[in-house]
């Protein structure tokens, strides 16, 4: 008889082990599903994950753009990660994304046409604060009124769309733009635009902020009495509030962390490679997050090679889309069975497999 | 391994053309010719059409053209990126199949100043990029004709999908000649702020239905209002986008079709000649760029003989749809009695026409 044990520590190897676990499982049945679909698995699974950095002809395109899809994916998480390593849910990143993108570009905008190196800082600010001010109401009503925060925060995410589809219309809208909604495009703006630093290599200001992030978060939680806090709120709630960790504090931290990374996130986004605001400006990126958050375990430098991993399924999906014609769902399905195998494989950092009949203690 | 090859081939072949400034026609190799879609190609709607005018492409050419698509690609930083990957693949002209990818059509388009590119619906042109448009606007006049007869409750739903000129165009379009069949008609309109989005289409087909309303128009591009009118009975609907005869007889009743596969075949033929240039193209219902598809027996025969005629009618130029005397909702005076719009206004328009209630979101 097989059964599952808990074990008495979660199992540190498990934990390094399952996310490459995942991905190879991904790969053999993400092939299987190709193969039944009639393409070629061995070729869709080399064209996901290999070409993109090593094709002669897209790699030199392409692995720049790795890091312009994964920054906003690793900053967003990164954000998230705190709350949920204290047990904080915040699920609306999404919206945060949102109101950053739309309060920075509201603030570039304010100042077109004109030209001063303090725009672009200006906007970066404004953008934090407006993902931090949207986070700030389910942390609020949290505190105050015991609110639960994944719904009030995931509720908050279709009021910011809302608010996104009526600036391109109306506050924000080009007024060059012939009545079409959006904004102006920002790579016509030099001095609000979020262009790479180095020519070729899509290193853009967000790239930088998320390294950035990376490397404070993780200063934070291992250095950091924060830090501590944070996960002894998370690991033992009782203790924490023994040892006189606030949980409103905790709670405030958190979201207002993760809403400003996000809210940066958005800017970083709208000013560099979206270039505008537009109605359907947003694409997931804080809904994906979440996944890139628990594919790295929480942890900061994991968040980094999952957010790398993850930009890379993106676009080597859509080179597998391109050259082999493979249906759009299938990619989206390939990147689901990942957090799928996440999850199953996941089962053995917290338990071992027992085979035989249960010894009575 | 045999593709990837072949890939370098077409691309070095197009380097080797661009350096020497002759045709892609001179050589034997296939044209390649990209597509760039908004939604998924069993869409049943507008992706669906593009898509199948892509397919007729490829029966036309055989041999002489190959083609490669990218399906549901967000308008956006995604698309930009969609766009490039595809010329660098070696592709000679990319359709890019939707309003949102203006900028980046034209972003790509400057890095890559050998590929043709063809935007639909935009108003961004470049050396290597030309615009294209239908009018479906003409097709929405017979929808309205036929819906102002038909209605027994006189309130017509209206699904619309984003405030721009194109869908504000469709409206008014369609409310004027309702009203001139039946002037006791209300146009009742929501926003769904999508262009594919079953589950809010459906749910905003209820609404209507629950308000009385026994006629749904709709310029989102799923088939979700159809069944929903189906399973309330009595209400009639339209195909948009394209034909949706799988709702015929009941509750579709016509349908406009967007038929791409003309302009499609000319312009991948202009690449083989080498006479492919950058050109702005808005057709209708004449040259066939918008079709009405079969008007079923659900409608009563005059009324479909009527809505022939005005087929006709506006196909072969005799009559337009926006023919004054028409006013503003605000009643100031738009068009003088037998004036016609001018298509820059038609372009830009961001107003109702008097007799629509409500405002336009803004």
Not at chain 1, 135 to 153: H, Y
Not at chain 1, 255 to 261: D, I
Not at chain 2, 104 to 126: I, L, S
Not at chain 2, 245 to 269: H, K, T
Request: proline content about 6%.
């Amino acid at each position: 008889m097989i059964r599952l044990e808990r074990r008495p520590q979660p199992s540190r190897l498990w934990t390094g082990l399952t996310p490459l676990l995942a991905v190879l499982l991904t790969m053999v049945v993400g092939g299987m599903m190709f193969a039944l679909l009639g393409k070629p698995p061995l070729e869709a699974i080399r064209i996901i994950f290999w070409d993109p950095l090593f094709h002669p002809q897209f790699a030199a395109y392409s692995r720049p753009q790795l890091l312009v899809k994964a920054s906003p994916l690793i900053l967003i998480a990164i954000g998230l990660s705190l709350g949920f390593r204290a047990g904080i849910w915040n699920i609306g990143a999404e919206g945060q994304y949102i109101m950053g993108a739309i309060c920075g570009a509201g603030m570039g905008l304010a100042f077109y046409p004109t030209t001063s190196p303090l725009i672009f800082p200006a906007m970066v600010l404004a953008g934090a604060l407006g993902g931090w001010a949207w986070a700030m109401i389910p942390a609020v009503l949290k505190v105050r009124f015991g609110t639960n925060e994944i719904l009030v925060s995931l509720m908050l995410v279709y009021v910011a769309e809302a608010l996104l589809a009526s600036v391109s219309q109306k506050l924000l809208r080009n007024p060059e733009g012939m009545g079409f909604p959006g904004s102006r495009n920002f790579q016509q703006y030099p001095a609000a635009a979020n262009t790479e630093i180095i020519v070729g290599t899509g290193m853009h200001w967000g790239v930088v902020a998320a390294f950035v992030a990376v490397i404070f978060t993780h200063v934070l939680m291992t250095r950091h009495i924060q830090g501590f806090n944070i996960r002894l709120t998370g690991e033992a709630p009782r203790a924490a509030r023994f040892s006189g960790v606030s949980p409103a504090r905790i709670i405030i931290l958190c979201l207002g962390f993760g809403g400003a990374l996000a809210g940066a996130a958005g800017l970083f986004e709208v000013s560099g490679p979206a270039g505008q605001i537009t109605i359907d400006f947003n694409s997931g990126y804080g809904f994906t997050a979440i996944i890139v958050a628990f594919l790295g375990r929480l942890h900061p430098v994991g968040i980094l090679l999952a957010g790398l991993l993850m930009a890379l399924t993106y676009i080597g999906g859509e080179l597998a889309q391109l050259m082999l014609g493979l249906p759009g769902a299938s990619i989206q399905l390939f990147q689901g069975m990942l957090l799928f195998f996440l999850l199953a494989t996941d089962v053995f950092t917290n338990f071992r497999i027992r085979v035989g009949t249960t010894k009575v203690a | 391994m045999n593709r990837r090859t072949l890939l370098s081939t077409v691309a070095a072949a197009t380097l080797v053309t661009a350096t020497l400034g002759t045709p892609a026609a001179a050589q034997d190799d296939p044209v390649k010719v990209g597509f760039i879609y908004v939604g998924p190609i069993g869409d049943g709607g507008w992706t669906y059409e593009h898509n199948k005018a892509r397919l007729a492409v490829e029966e036309h050419f055989g041999d002489k053209v190959e083609t490669v698509y990218q399906e549901s690609v967000p308008e956006g930083a995604d698309a930009e990126r969609a766009i490039t990957q595809m010329a660098l693949s070696g592709a000679d002209l990319i359709f890019t199949t939707s309003f949102g990818y203006m900028d980046p059509t034209v972003n790509v388009a400057a890095k890559f100043p050998d590929v043709k590119f063809e935007h639909a619906t935009g108003f961004k042109r470049a050396d290597n990029v030309a615009v294209y448009s239908a009018r479906f606007y003409e097709g929405r006049a017979i929808q309205g004709h036929i819906a102002g007869k038909m209605t027994e409750t006189n309130k017509i739903g209206y699904i619309a999908s984003f405030p721009i000129p194109e869908v504000i165009r469709g409206i008014n379009s369609a409310y004027i000649h309702a009203k001139k069949a039946n002037p006791d008609v209300e146009f009742s309109i929501i926003w769904a702020y999508t262009w594919f989005d079953p589950a809010k289409e459906s749910d905003a087909a209820r609404a209507l239905i629950e308000n009385g309303a026994d006629v749904i128009l709709q310029h989102t591009d799923s088939t979700a209002p159809q069944a929903a009118a189906q399973e309330a009975g009595d209400v009639i609907t339209f195909g948009q986008a394209s034909d949706m005869a799988e709702y015929a007889p009941m509750p579709r009743v016509s349908s406009i079709i967007d038929d791409w596969a003309p302009y499609y075949i000319q312009r991948v033929e202009a690449v083989i000649d080498g006479t492919w240039e950058s050109t702005d193209t808005w057709d209708g219902i004449g040259p066939g760029m918008v079709g009405i598809g079969e008007i079923s027996d659900a409608v009563p025969e005059d009324v479909k003989a009527e809505a022939l005629a005005l087929k006709d009618s506006i196909a072969n130029g005799e009559y337009h749809p926006f023919t004054g005397p028409l006013n503003k909702q605000d009643g100031t005076v738009w068009l003088a009695e037998g004036e016609t719009a001018p298509d820059g206004d038609l372009l830009g328009m961001d107003f109702y026409v008097e007799g629509l209630s409500g405002d336009i979101p803004n």
